[in-house]
Each structure stands twice: as C-alpha cells, then as structure tokens.
C-alpha cells in the first residue's frame, strides 16, 4: 500500500526533524511549567513557543483534508504525520492538529452555516481558541448514544439547554471558548432521529465547569475533561448544526476521520514504547547478560514489532476506504482499527514497562502517562465491545444468504 506522495514524504521529513529539534527536548520544559504554574488551565510559554515556530516552519493545519482545501491532504496522506505527532503527548498542539479540535473544525467545515463558519474556524485554525466536544453523560451508558437526556428545547428564536455532561475533552482549559454539543430535541421521534448537535459559547450564562476529571490520576492539563452543567442554557436557534435530528448522522460524519487520527497517534505511541523496550533492554544487564539476550525479550520485541505493523497497515487501509468511499464504506474498517490500534499500544507500552522495572512506573520515562493514554483510547470515541458488536454484524450480513457454505460439510 503506498500512502505516500511527494509532498507527503517531504512533510514527514521535516515533521520529524522538528520533534527531534524542538518538540521532545520541550516535553521536561512542558512539566516543568506546568508545577511551577499559578494557572493549571492556561496555554504555558513552552506551547506558545513551540505553535509560533511550527507556524513558521509551515507545518501548521497539517490536517486540512483534501476534500475541502486545496492545499490539503488525504487521510492516507495525513495518517503517517498524524502517528509521527502523535509520539510526544505536547506533540499534535504543536502542529494545531490535536483533539478535540481537529474533529469540531471538520464538523464545521462539513456541517456548519457560513455564519458558523465564519464565527468560529478562523480562530481555531489559527491556534487563537481551543473548543469541546459535549456529548458523553454520568447518568446514562452513553456507548448508546440513544441514551442521552440532555434536552434541547426550541423557544422561539432560542434554543434552551439542560444537562449534565462528563468526559468533556477540553472544558477546563481557560482558552476553550465554543463546545460541541449532543442532546435530544425530539424525544418522540425514532431513536436515531430524536438528537441533534448545536453550539454553546462556553460562555453562555447556565455553562458551568463542575470540576476537571483524571486519567489513573493524570489531569491532561492545561486542556484537560470536565463535568460540565447545562442550567436553562439559552443560545441562538442559527446555532444548531444542519438542522433538528442530524445529530447521529453528524456524529458519524466527525468520528470516522477522527478515530484515523487516535489509532495512528496511537501508533506513534507505540513505536516510541518500543524504541525505549529495546535501548533499555541493550544497555541493562540480569542475570550475567543483557536483558536483549534474554529469550522472554526477544519474543516481546518481535511480536511488538508485528503487532505495530499489523496495526499501522489496518490503520492506513481504513485511510484508503474513506478517501475512495467514504465514511460509511468504511464503517468496518473504522470499527476494527478502534479496537486494535489502542489494544496493541497498550500491550507494548506494558512489555515497555516491565523491561524497565520499576523505572518504567516513575515519572523518569514516558511510559506511564503512555499506558493511561493508551487504555483510555480503548473507550474514547466508544468502546471496544461497540466496535466488536458492528465488525461481526457487518460480517455476518455477508453471510446471511440463507444459503449453505460451498465449503461447508453440512
């Protein structure tokens, strides 16, 4: 599969020698910042550096798909960037190519009204504001999406909101000015038609941050998730996007390139994991060898080898579909790229870990903070159980002929 183009190859070259110049060498300025920092919630100086010099260095909006901008690029071509960002956490803000963003400012481009656009693109894609997508709630199983029970109530003009949502990537930060939201409008009409999604202003009187949420402890800040309470919330009706009951509809529409982008950041992820098994493993010694010329280690590192292709290869194929059919052609390959690329991550960021003992535990290497990134992965964007149910419906439809099997005995 060649996922490559000449300007592709190009951005990855230069994309590379940017992390290696400025972007891991600032992940210790990063942490550093943030403890001394009097405002948790606030961009730090490092960021504000590194943005103005990945602008500079035009490796900015590297996201831009092809469809809508000239100068954009498929996302077979944006997958390889996407996992190169995606191995240093302060990476893809770096390049204004980070979630929650990158997936509001496509629901934009493919949904949103003039005035939406108008209002709201420039200021993200140029790095000025940060935004939140709205749709998970505490009180229900939100894996259905059915389940939700924030209200959207037309009032003339206005729109009214009231609920309560959690998991709210982005709320806390101080520059998160417009969220996403999904709630329900019409509670009598089919299922898959009774939400819809609209822009709150953060804010918009009634909008309250209840408090920042932890990942096995870690805060994600200055961007960070958020309880978020929606109190007689009251918005322009122009603010809906497309129009009442198009919430499913646009949420598939802002997923399925936003799951490319979380399996291949995610790739990225694991190839850094690996990179740290293997150099600890040559320079660390047990047992009168070095662990590399232990049996255990070598079957980790070659099954994390092909689990990482495996992946990247099933990623990039997923890539090729939506480019050549579309979302909803690639329902499947979508679905089990969700399940695999964060499962096989988790996997060599723990082999990372036990290699380096108790070191792999601390706050001396990435690894940590790589495995709460990685196993969160496995229930962002829905769970992996979700996923598996639409992988073996879909095969199974294949099947469902009512006829016997050719190669069947029975």
């Known amino acids: ?14 994309l590379t020698a940017f992390m290696n110049e400025h972007v891991y060498p600032a992940e210790a300025v990063f942490e550093r910042q943030l403890k001394e920092a009097s405002d948790h919630w606030s961009e730090l100086p490092i960021t504000t550096e590194l943005k103005a010099k990945a602008k ?66 420039p200021p993200l894609m140029e790095g ?57 409008t019409e509670p009598d009409a089919p299922s898959h038609k009774q939400q819809s999604m609209i822009l709150v202003p953060m804010d918009t009187p009634g909008v309250t941050v209840i408090r920042p949420l932890t990942v096995f402890g870690y805060d994600d800040a200055p961007h960070g998730h958020a309880e978020v309470s929606f109190v007689n919330v009251r918005v322009p009706a122009s603010n809906i996007l497309v129009g ?11 997923l399925g390139p936003g799951r490319i982008h979380h399996c291949m950041r995610t790739i990225g992820l694991a190839e850094r994991a690996l990179e740290t098994l293997c150099r600890r493993a040559l320079t660390r010694k047990a047992f009168g060898k070095p662990l590399a010329d232990q049996g255990v280690t070598r079957h980790w590192i070659a099954e994390s080898r092909m689990e990482i292709d495996q992946a990247r290869l099933l990623t990039l194929h997923a890539a090729r579909m939506i480019d050549e059919f ?3 052609a690639a329902r499947a390959e979508i679905a089990m790229i969700k399940v695999v690329a964060p ?65 069947s005995n029975v």
């Open 128 to 184: 000025e504001i940060r935004s939140c997508f709205a749709m998970t709630e505490p009180d229900v199983a939100s894996s259905d999406a059915t389940n939700i029970r924030t209200e959207i109530t037309r009032d003339g003009d206005t729109y009214v909101i009231n609920g309560r949502k959690w998991w709210t990537t982005g709320a806390p930060d101080k520059r998160c000015k417009i969220a996403i939201m999904m709630g329900r």
């Open 56 to 121: 500079t260095a035009k490796l900015w909006n590297l996201w831009l798909p092809k469809a809508h901008f000239a100068e954009g690029l498929t996302n077979l071509e944006y997958a390889p960037l996407c996992e190169i960002m995606g191995r240093s956490p302060i990476g893809p803000e770096t390049f204004n190519c980070s979630a929650p963003d990158t997936g509001n400012m496509e629901t934009l481009i493919l949904y949103g009204s003039e005035e939406q656009k108008q209002r709201w693109l």
């Open 326 to 328: 579309g979302t909803k």
């Open 244 to 254: 009442e009951g198009r919430g499913f509809e646009i949420a598939q529409g802002r």
């Open 1 to 14: 599969m060649n996922a490559s183009s000449p300007r592709a190859d190009d951005l990855a070259k230069r």
């Open 343 to 407: 499962n096989m991550a988790q996997k060599v960021v723990d082999r990372a870990i036990q290699i380096c003992g108790a070191g792999g535990l601390s706050q001396d290497f990435h690894l940590a903070y790589a495995y709460a990134r990685a196993r969160s992965i496995r229930i962002l964007d829905g769970p992996d159980e979700v996923h598996r149910e639409t992988i073996a419906k879909m095969e199974l439809r294949k099947h469902a002929t009512g006829g016997v099997d050719a190669g």
